[in-house]
């Protein structure tokens, strides 16, 4: 497939805010909103992003109105998703891969995790696993996370180079990478949008899971072949996924790993944690778990 990079956010340039998935609460909207104002974008959120069905942003066909709308409206630089929570498989039967004939910067994760690898397998665009409006943005970033963010949007950081914790699995891989939020990624399984990490390097985060849940939905991906032919994996946070200290997920991870053919390593700070760094999903990176480092190879816009 060939991969197509959407261009980088310009000075002044309007970023569109959806709701996918959970419902929005307003405060933290605002926070979230002002914060990308101060960084020099205007904002124009959807129209349905403060609706609710319960604990979802409204009906699924006007989520996928709004996100169909600003990925094909021209004034629209990029867009950013609100939150996680559920909801986002529900929009992919009303989504056409075939209207959006552009990419565009389209960043979020947690939920958003099956728009980003649905955009990547489905589209061919690069995505983002990045921070969302009324969730970090509202908190308030690190500057690591910051300069992180905003430096690969705008095109500034061709570049960069992180550690991570621990090697499972020594080597190294050069590949295109994709994944996100464990949950997710398990839930697509047996479905028309399934994941296909073939050749990838496989990027695996998840929250408030007990380590026997992290090591069932493992277990399940493994199962299903998901795992067979991937160029490496790299964990991220597992944010309140504590248990029984006898069994803990780095030891779940260690024992469903411990054969594989290719470099496995965790501690990449992104996902559900205090340091969230974006990752672009569909852009060349490499794994080297003998060095401990994850590094980007090539610019994530045009």
């Known amino acids: 497939m060939t991969v197509r990079k959407p261009e980088p956010l310009r000075p002044g340039g309007k970023i569109g805010v959806v709701a ?28 349905n992003a403060g609706r609710r069905k319960g604990y979802l942003a409204g009906d699924e066909r006007l989520r996928a109105e709004d996100l169909d709308e600003f990925f094909r409206r021209p004034d629209i630089g990029a867009i950013f998703c609100a939150r996680g929570g559920f909801g986002s498989i529900q929009l ?31 589209c061919g665009m690069v995505t983002f696993h990045a921070p969302m409006v009324a969730m970090d943005l509202a ?17 500034k950081m061709a570049q960069w ?10 080597g190294k891989a050069r590949a295109r990478l ?8 398990v839930t697509t399984l047996g479905t028309p949008y399934e994941i296909d990490a073939s050749g990838r390097l496989l990027f695996i985060e998840d929250v408030g899971e007990k380590p026997y849940r992290v090591e069932r939905m ?7 072949g998901k795992f067979k032919n991937v160029a490496g994996i790299v964990f991220g946070h597992f944010t309140g996924c504590d248990g029984d200290p006898g069994r803990d997920v780095r030891q779940v991870i260690g024992e469903l790993f411990e054969g594989a053919s290719y470099p496995v390593a965790t501690g990449l700070a992104a996902g559900h944690g205090e340091e969230n760094l974006a990752l672009p999903f569909g852009v060349k990176m490499e794994l080297d778990a003998d060095r401990l480092t994850l590094s980007m190879l090539e610019s994530p816009v045009a």
């Open 20 to 47: 996918p998935a959970g419902c929005v609460e307003e405060v933290q909207l605002a926070r979230g909103i002002e914060a990308i104002r101060q960084e020099g974008f205007a904002v124009e959120i959807a129209p």
């Open 92 to 122: 992919l039967p009303h989504l056409r891969a075939e209207r959006w004939t552009k990419p565009k910067i389209f960043a979020g994760y947690s939920d958003i995790t099956i728009l980003l690898n649905w955009l990547l397998q489905e």
């Open 139 to 155: 908190r308030g970033l690190s500057d690591q996370s910051k300069s992180h963010f905003w430096g690969m949007l705008t095109g």
């Open 161 to 170: 180079q992180v550690g991570l914790g621990e090697a499972i699995r020594p």
């Open 178 to 185: 994709m994944g996100g939020c464990l949950s997710m990624l």
């Open 218 to 224: 493992l277990t399940h991906l493994k199962m299903a």
